[in-house]
């Protein structure tokens, strides 16, 4: 997420500062994720084509799956097909890419995210483009925690907006070398980058290994 966060920061500091593309950020996308996820791709559709029975149910299963994360939608094909939640057991070895799923929602993210950006740059100011973003993050977050209980919702762009939303207002509002800071103070922001690292670090500390979540 850090990485998504800075992308978000230099895609709307390029828009203020006339710099932008969206032809060369498309670009620049498919060059550093499709590279390593077709050899990934291959060498699992390699392996499965050793394990599984060539022209059954779980191998056709598998080859639409395939399609479906070279195409970026592997996150709507396991939310129609899926009939159980992700951290359900029976997904838990037995689904071979379904951990491309967030993979799905970066993409489809990124896809209608930076047009929105680029549009509203153009018309808004830079405090004004804050508010607009934590409003819709803010509409994601209502959506996500309304339907937490029905497993789409895990696999859905749109309840999941707000978790790389809030990335792109911190990124903003942090930065204290530009003057798209909200923040001025260099200290109070190391601190915050402090605490998250200590959150992410609790958070993988309170994990209950037992089947349920702890958050």
Not at 1 to 17: A, E, F, H, M, P
Not at 40 to 56: E, H, Q, R, Y
Not at 182 to 189: A, C, G, M, S, T
Request: aromatic share 20%; proline share 1%; glycine share 6%.
């Amino acid at each position: 997420s850090v990485s998504l966060t800075g992308i978000d920061y230099k895609v709307i500091k390029d828009i203020y500062n006339d710099t932008f593309s969206i032809k060369k950020f498309y670009l620049r996308r498919i060059r550093r994720i499709y590279p390593v996820l077709i050899f990934i791709l291959l060498l699992t559709t390699f392996v499965a084509s050793l394990v599984m029975t060539v022209g059954t149910g779980q191998f056709l299963f598998y080859l639409r799956s395939l399609v479906c994360a070279i195409l970026g939608g592997s996150n709507i094909f396991f939310k129609v097909y899926l009939n159980h939640g992700y951290f359900n057991p029976d997904s838990r070895g037995s689904i071979t890419l379904l951990h491309t799923w967030s993979l799905g929602v970066e993409e489809q993210f990124y896809i209608i995210w930076t047009i929105f950006l680029f549009i509203a740059c153009k018309v808004l100011n830079i405090r004004w483009l804050r508010i607009i973003i934590l409003l819709i993050a803010f509409f994601s977050f209502y959506m996500f925690f309304r339907y937490r209980y029905d497993h789409a919702t895990f696999f859905n762009p749109v309840y999941r907006a707000f978790e790389l939303m809030i990335g792109a207002y911190l990124a903003l509002a942090i930065d204290t070398t530009t003057q798209f800071s909200l923040v001025k103070n260099k200290y109070f922001n190391d601190a915050l980058s402090l605490i998250g690292i200590l959150i992410i670090i609790y958070s993988g500390c309170i994990l209950d290994h037992t089947g349920n979540l702890a958050f």
